[in-house]
């Protein structure tokens, strides 16, 4: 018989090992650079944050270290991408001719030209 | 005239290769891989596996090679390192004046500066413990010093303009070399044997105080290798201009 927190603990494992095939799928599929951020961030984050927590639950003694990874990559991860994305943008990588929308060129605009919207 | 032109500056070419490949066979084959090395009784593997905790101190057998049996090799893996960063360093002199000089870019934004000052010292703190605990767990001096340097470079990042001091990064390397070779010569004045562990008995095995002048050492690794990666990391950023 297996203990009910190590089913949770699976079943987390396995929703964050879901997240992070899709997130690397996304990183080959997507078209450009702030497309593959989003798999990238986004999905990659959740997928590993999940793992850690699922680990924790399964194996209790874990849980405090599982929490502190959990809340670095929450810290890390978002905000690198924030910077590669703004860096990518600010030095003239092009967006995909296929995207519809463009916010933080008016944001730009609004603010003077190379000023800076915060 | 092309095609025989051609085929007669291949035929040496062809014959070195045929040399070089079979000098290289003939000093590989007696090597003999795949086999089971390991269970052989005069394996130094063996020796390690069986005395590398009662011989260093150090319940990390992986810190009691680098640092204890092979540590005159690691002297020269830092000399490597050093060599490495001053030929970085030496061709971004070489660069041209405006390749040098630093384009200035919008500022970071908020997000990026207060993120990034939370994590830095916390990243500092991991790269201290793993240099502090080289010999009990997984880790050592250099990576302790290169988690150091990213630290360093996340500075950089999330403050473009910040004021390092490009002497103190170099004193605290060279003081760092230096007693890495001074602990050497410890074990020279003591036993004859240059990093010699004199001490190697001292605290209890599977403590922070533990393994004799293996922690001194990856100490001293730590810190040369943290200061030398970010010194690289600024050399790499230009002047400021």
Redesign the interface.
């Given at each position: 018989m297996i203990a009910i927190n190590e089913i949770i603990g699976m079943v987390l494992m396995a929703i964050g090992l879901l997240f992070q095939v899709l997130g690397a799928f996304g990183l080959i599929r997507l078209p450009d650079v702030y497309n593959r951020l989003q798999a990238a961030t986004k999905s990659i984050t959740l997928g590993a944050i999940s793992i850690a927590i699922g680990v924790g639950v399964a194996e209790p003694t874990l849980l405090p270290k599982a929490l502190i990874v959990a809340f670095f990559l929450l810290l890390t991860n978002p905000i690198i991408s924030h910077g590669i994305a703004r860096a990518a943008y600010r030095s003239g990588v092009p967006l995909w001719k296929g995207s519809v929308i463009d916010q933080y060129e008016k944001a730009l605009e609004r603010s003077g030209k190379g000023g800076d919207p915060q | 005239m092309m095609e025989r032109s051609t085929i007669q500056r291949s035929l040496p070419a062809l014959a070195i290769s045929i040399l070089i490949a079979g000098t290289l066979f003939l000093a590989f084959v007696e090597i003999g891989f795949g086999e089971n090395k390991v269970d052989s009784e005069d394996a130094v593997a063996n020796r390690y596996i069986a005395n590398g905790t009662t011989e260093t101190g150090s319940s990390n057998l992986v810190t009691s090679v680098v640092v204890n049996y092979r540590g005159f090799d690691t002297l020269g893996e830092v000399t490597v390192l050093f060599l490495a960063a001053t030929g970085v360093g030496a061709m971004i002199n070489l660069l041209p004046e405006d390749g040098k000089k630093r384009s200035k870019?919008?500022?970071?934004?908020?997000?990026?500066t207060q993120?990034?000052m939370?994590?830095i010292p916390?990243i500092a703190l991991f790269g201290t413990y793993v240099f502090l605990h080289g010999h009990l767990s997984p880790g050592g001096g250099f990576q302790g010093g290169v988690i150091i340097a990213t630290a360093f470079l996340l500075y950089l990042?999330a403050k473009p303009d910040a004021k390092t001091s490009h002497r103190t990064l170099s004193l605290s390397e060279s003081l760092a070399g230096l007693s890495f070779i001074g602990i050497g010569l410890i074990g020279l004045a003591v036993s004859g044997i240059f990093l010699d562990n004199v001490i190697e008995g001292f605290g209890v095995l599977g403590e922070l105080v533990s393994g004799g002048l293996l922690p001194l050492i990856y100490i001293a690794i730590g810190i040369k290798v943290g200061s030398e990666m970010s010194g690289l990391v600024e050399k790499m950023r230009g002047d400021a201009s």
């Amino acid at each position: 018989m297996i203990a009910i927190n190590e089913i949770i603990g699976m079943v987390l494992m396995a929703i964050g090992l879901l997240f992070q095939v899709l997130g690397a799928f996304g990183l080959i599929r997507l078209p450009d650079v702030y497309n593959r951020l989003q798999a990238a961030t986004k999905s990659i984050t959740l997928g590993a944050i999940s793992i850690a927590i699922g680990v924790g639950v399964a194996e209790p003694t874990l849980l405090p270290k599982a929490l502190i990874v959990a809340f670095f990559l929450l810290l890390t991860n978002p905000i690198i991408s924030h910077g590669i994305a703004r860096a990518a943008y600010r030095s003239g990588v092009p967006l995909w001719k296929g995207s519809v929308i463009d916010q933080y060129e008016k944001a730009l605009e609004r603010s003077g030209k190379g000023g800076d919207p915060q | 005239m092309m095609e025989r032109s051609t085929i007669q500056r291949s035929l040496p070419a062809l014959a070195i290769s045929i040399l070089i490949a079979g000098t290289l066979f003939l000093a590989f084959v007696e090597i003999g891989f795949g086999e089971n090395k390991v269970d052989s009784e005069d394996a130094v593997a063996n020796r390690y596996i069986a005395n590398g905790t009662t011989e260093t101190g150090s319940s990390n057998l992986v810190t009691s090679v680098v640092v204890n049996y092979r540590g005159f090799d690691t002297l020269g893996e830092v000399t490597v390192l050093f060599l490495a960063a001053t030929g970085v360093g030496a061709m971004i002199n070489l660069l041209p004046e405006d390749g040098k000089k630093r384009s200035k870019g919008p500022k970071p934004s908020l997000i990026m500066t207060q993120g990034g000052m939370l994590a830095i010292p916390v990243i500092a703190l991991f790269g201290t413990y793993v240099f502090l605990h080289g010999h009990l767990s997984p880790g050592g001096g250099f990576q302790g010093g290169v988690i150091i340097a990213t630290a360093f470079l996340l500075y950089l990042i999330a403050k473009p303009d910040a004021k390092t001091s490009h002497r103190t990064l170099s004193l605290s390397e060279s003081l760092a070399g230096l007693s890495f070779i001074g602990i050497g010569l410890i074990g020279l004045a003591v036993s004859g044997i240059f990093l010699d562990n004199v001490i190697e008995g001292f605290g209890v095995l599977g403590e922070l105080v533990s393994g004799g002048l293996l922690p001194l050492i990856y100490i001293a690794i730590g810190i040369k290798v943290g200061s030398e990666m970010s010194g690289l990391v600024e050399k790499m950023r230009g002047d400021a201009s």
